[in-house]
Structures are given as C-alpha cells and as structure tokens.
C-alpha cells in the first residue's frame, strides 16, 4: 500500500464546535447556556451578541466561541484573521481547542502565513492535553516531515493515543504503519484490529483496506464474503478503488454469484473517478454485454451519482 496516498490532516470542523459548545454546557455560567441555545437554533448574532462580553471579560471558552463565529461568518462577516486573534486569546490560556484550531490554521494558511513550525507547536500543546484530533494531526506532521524532523516512531506514539482516543483517522493510519512496518515492528494482526475500528465508524479508505486483507488473508482469516462486504460499503462513498475491487469479484464470482452486469456497473463508476484498471476492465466488458445492457448501465450510473451528490 502506497503509504502517502489517502493521509491527510484534519481540518477544523463542525464537530470540533460541537465539542466546545459542550464543554460550555458543563458550566454554570447561564450566558453560556443561553449563547448555545441561540447557536443551536441558527441565531448567530444573537450567540455572538451573548458571547462577546465574557470574551472580552477574558473568558476562554467564550473567546473560542466567538473565534469559530468569526472563522465560519456566522452572525459577523467572515474574517479568519480575527478568528485568529480569539483563539489565541483562548490558547493562551490553555484551551486545547483553541490551540488545535490555531494549529490547523497555520498549518493551512488560514488568517496567516502557512507555518509549519508554528503548526507544530499549538499541536503539541493541545496533543498534551490529550486532545485526540491534534494528537493525530502532530502524528501526521512528524509521519510526513512537515514542520518537523520526519521521525516515524514519534508519529506512531502520538497516533496511537489518537487512535485509542477514537479517531478514525488515526487508526487508519496506523494500521498503515503496522502494514509497512514504519516507526513500529510490523504487525498484520493490529493492523486489521486498527482497520476495522477505522471501518466501523464509516472512514471509506479503512473499509477498503480491510476488504484487500480480508481477501488476501491478512492478519484476519482470508473471506471474500467479508471483503465483498468492506467493498460495498466504501464503493456505496464513492472510493474508486473500492468501485473497481468490488466489479472484479463480481466478475470473478467471489464472494458473490458471478454478475457481469453488477461488475460494469461497478467498473463504470470506479472509471468515472479515473481508476486506469477499471478503464480498461470496462472496456473489455463491453464486448461480453448486449448494447441495451450498456446503455441501461450507463443511465443507472447517472442516476446514482445524481443521487449521491443530493445526499446531505
């Protein structure tokens, strides 16, 4: 497996305000809980009009608060270097969430100059506090050598608490290092434990990794029925190489009754992100399949990607 491909750091994201909006609903403070009630109701002027004097007062979950306001343009005009300026407020005095959001912003540019150093510092200190998010993302810096000396041992350290911490993509990619043996000594059996935990909360690239040990028998017992399984539900999120993988067993008949219409089905979808093997797959499918078969095929691809992009 191509150790580069798929990694990405975290970005800032809804769940992230979610978490301090609940760390907000802990205290007694009533300005807090009114605050959230507005936000969670849509009214973001009326949380920011709320937030803004305990923010100035010097409260840190406020001024958080009212950085994620100005990052997202909700109830003020976007501005992320104002966001900035709140968290660091908010950072300063050892608010994690803060200091992961500064993290993710210098690491992409956002309200300042890309810093990886400086990335990898508020990283660090949110990491310490055991933040799982900036946990993976410090992984990630020193698995990649962004910001910082490349050291895989130091990447798999933090990863590891972030992935007992829950995050998917922290397992993800430390199944990977246990794959490839990188920063750790190989391990095929963790590396399926760590995949399939990755899977379960929904992250496609693991269920695709997990279908290609399941049929290769890799640290798990070999099961096209299970690798079928994994396929399908990272082909159904649209991952290529889950579309192509799938079309091949339902070509082949593993895992399933040979069906060459539910192959092209599955090679023209995986051809429509650029997969080159499901290029040339489908191509050669076209000549065992009648012209109606084709052409039904193709409407009910767009169909299905019409229907896809409609999702929430």
């Given at each position: 497996?191509?150790?580069?491909?798929?990694?990405s750091?975290?970005?800032?994201a809804?769940?992230?305000?979610?978490?301090?909006?609940?760390?907000?609903?802990?205290t007694?403070?009533?300005?807090?809980?009114?605050?959230?009630?507005?936000?969670?109701?849509?009214?973001?002027?009326?949380?920011?009009?709320?937030?803004?004097?305990?923010?100035?007062?010097?409260?840190?979950?406020?001024?958080?608060a009212?950085?994620?306001?100005?990052?997202?343009?909700?109830?003020?005009e976007?501005?992320?270097?104002?966001?900035?300026?709140?968290?660091?407020?908010?950072?300063?005095?050892?608010?994690a969430?803060a200091?992961?959001?500064?993290?993710?912003?210098?690491?992409?540019?956002?309200?300042?100059?890309?810093?990886?150093?400086?990335?990898?510092?508020?990283?660090?200190?949110?990491?310490?506090?055991?933040?799982?998010?900036?946990?993976?993302?410090?992984?990630?810096?020193?698995?990649?050598?962004?910001?910082?000396?490349?050291?895989y041992?130091?990447?798999?350290?933090?990863?590891?608490?972030?992935?007992?911490?829950?995050?998917?993509q922290?397992?993800?990619?430390?199944?990977?290092?246990f794959?490839?043996?990188?920063?750790?000594?190989?391990?095929?059996?963790?590396?399926?434990?760590?995949?399939?935990?990755?899977?379960?909360?929904?992250?496609?690239?693991?269920?695709?990794?997990?279908?290609?040990?399941?049929?290769?028998?890799?640290?798990?017992?070999q099961d096209?029925?299970?690798?079928?399984?994994?396929?399908?539900?990272?082909?159904?999120?649209?991952?290529?190489?889950?579309?192509r993988?799938?079309?091949?067993?339902?070509?082949?008949?593993?895992?399933?009754?040979?069906?060459?219409?539910?192959?092209?089905?599955?090679?023209?979808?995986?051809?429509?992100?650029?997969?080159?093997?499901?290029?040339?797959?489908?191509?050669?499918?076209?000549?065992?399949?009648?012209?109606?078969d084709?052409?039904?095929?193709?409407?009910?691809?767009?169909?299905?990607?019409?229907?896809?992009?409609?999702?929430?």
């Amino acid at each position: 497996m191509n150790k580069a491909s798929n990694i990405s750091r975290m970005k800032i994201a809804s769940v992230v305000f979610a978490s301090l909006l609940s760390l907000c609903a802990d205290t007694a403070q009533a300005g807090y809980r009114e605050g959230m009630a507005a936000y969670e109701r849509g009214d973001y002027e009326r949380a920011f009009q709320i937030w803004l004097p305990d923010a100035n007062a010097g409260n840190e979950r406020a001024q958080a608060a009212i950085g994620f306001l100005y990052y997202d343009g909700l109830g003020v005009e976007e501005d992320h270097a104002e966001a900035l300026g709140w968290f660091k407020r908010s950072a300063s005095q050892g608010n994690a969430t803060a200091q992961f959001t500064l993290g993710v912003m210098h690491d992409q540019g956002q309200g300042t100059d890309a810093d990886g150093e400086q990335a990898v510092r508020w990283y660090r200190l949110a990491a310490s506090q055991g933040h799982a998010r900036a946990q993976t993302n410090l992984g990630l810096l020193y698995y990649q050598g962004h910001g910082v000396e490349q050291d895989y041992s130091e990447a798999a350290l933090w990863l590891n608490r972030a992935a007992h911490g829950g995050v998917a993509q922290a397992q993800f990619t430390l199944a990977r290092l246990f794959l490839d043996g990188t920063g750790v000594k190989a391990n095929e059996n963790k590396a399926a434990e760590w995949l399939t935990r990755a899977a379960k909360q929904g992250l496609a690239i693991a269920q695709t990794d997990l279908g290609v040990l399941y049929l290769q028998g890799r640290g798990v017992e070999q099961d096209d029925e299970r690798a079928l399984l994994w396929f399908q539900r990272a082909a159904n999120q649209f991952v290529p190489k889950a579309q192509r993988l799938l079309a091949e067993m339902y070509e082949s008949g593993r895992g399933a009754e040979q069906d060459l219409k539910a192959a092209y089905f599955w090679y023209v979808l995986a051809d429509t992100g650029n997969d080159a093997v499901a290029t040339e797959r489908r191509k050669a499918l076209e000549e065992q399949l009648s012209q109606d078969d084709i052409q039904a095929t193709h409407k009910r691809v767009k169909r299905w990607i019409e229907q896809r992009q409609a999702e929430p």
